[in-house]
């Protein structure tokens, strides 16, 4: 046993070192804020947010006040807060507040998924970068704790429009554990598990059942693999994929708490209506996702930006326990 937790151990230094020699703070359109890269150094606890959530998530000024209380939730739980955008075709990891400001009132901001980089990069673009580019860029920082709201998925009808979000298939290919509130009923939750399930993910539910959650609801219907109880339960499991060399990343689902719950119903039925006006106004591709979380919000009178942020605070909180939890299992 105790040969086992110095090898254990051994592989996580290992895994931290790697980690150290990527973390350069200055390389080709790839910015690293000193406050993040001195942390990452130092084995001190990180948290990555995306900010795809911020450009095209949710309206302003709403969106720029959840980005700076996401960031101080982390800080007070005694995590570095890494906001990752792309400013002017810099890839920047740990925005100033300057730069969130500026992202937060863009009139038309790219949304950057990992198909887009070259392209923002080449052309000196801004924009938020999705689950997938942040992953990207967290994993080349060395970060592997990331918290958001909601991944994106396989699409209703996916099965034929093949409309899977570029999030499935990043999670199969990068080291990072996304922590989120699950996938929204606007997708299509028990083909989004399948392909994550094939993609070799790890989809885990934080709390005492496997109950997968649907984002404004605790419960989808299906279930996770596996849960974990608590921030270093989840931090084991993380630590066990990079020591296993998986390449792959985790998915950690944070159900909403019950008191946030409350109008997941009318929720439910307002995104039934955004997923029928998507195909009646024929809204195709990237713009799916941000049309739908407007015209909900608009349909349930803001309900559904309340318990947006709610659930992304909660999951702000736990993902810092669990990005402290990590770091102190591999000092
Ligand atoms: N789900 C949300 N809010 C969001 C997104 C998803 O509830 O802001 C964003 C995330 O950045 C996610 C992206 O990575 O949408 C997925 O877009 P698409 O479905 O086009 O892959
Ligand atoms: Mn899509």
Redesign the pocket.
């Known amino acids: 046993m105790k040969d086992l937790k110095r090898a254990f151990q051994f592989i996580l230094r290992r895994d931290v070192r790697l980690y150290q020699n990527t973390a350069r703070s200055k390389d080709f359109h790839f910015n690293v804020h000193p406050s993040v890269s001195q942390a990452v150094a130092q084995n001190k606890p990180v948290v990555a947010l ?1 900010s ?2 911020i450009t ?2 949710m309206p302003y000024p709403h969106n720029l006040s959840t980005a700076k209380e996401v960031e101080a939730i982390v800080r007070a739980e005694g995590a570095t807060p890494a906001t990752i955008g792309v400013v002017e075709g810099e890839i920047c990891v740990g925005l100033s507040s300057d730069e969130l400001d500026r992202l937060a009132r863009s009139k038309s901001p790219l949304k950057v ?1 990992r198909r887009d980089l070259p392209y923002a990069v080449s052309k000196g673009l801004s924009g938020g970068t ?3 580019a942040t992953m990207i860029a967290a994993h080349r920082a060395g970060i592997p704790v990331f918290v ?5 998925g396989v699409h209703r009808d996916g099965q034929n429009s093949l409309d899977i ?3 499935l298939t990043e999670l199969g290919r990068t080291p990072v554990a996304v922590v989120s509130a699950g996938v ?1 009923s606007i997708l299509d939750i028990g083909r989004t598990l399948e392909f994550l399930e094939t993609q070799g993910v790890c989809v885990a539910t934080y709390g005492e059942s496997k109950d997968f959650p649907a ?1 404004f609801t605790p419960n989808s219907g299906f279930t996770s693999a596996c849960n974990v109880r608590n921030p270093s339960e989840a931090a084991e499991l993380i630590a066990s994929t990079l020591s296993l060399g998986l390449e792959s990343g985790l998915l950690i689902a944070v159900p909403i708490p019950e008191e946030h719950a409350a109008a997941g119903h009318q929720i439910q039925e307002a995104m039934q209506a955004a997923v029928t006006a998507v195909s009646s106004e024929g809204i195709t591709g ?1 713009d ?2 941000p049309f739908i ?1 407007q015209k909900v919000n608009e349909l349930t009178q803001g309900k559904s930006l309340q318990a947006n942020i709610a659930l992304i605070h909660n999951n702000a909180k736990v993902g810092s326990q669990i990005a402290c939890a990590l770091s102190k299992q591999m000092s």
């Open positions: 995306e795809t959530i095209h998530g998924s999705t689950v997938s958001t709201g909601g991944i994106g979000s570029a999030d929204k984002f990237r799916v996702t979380l």
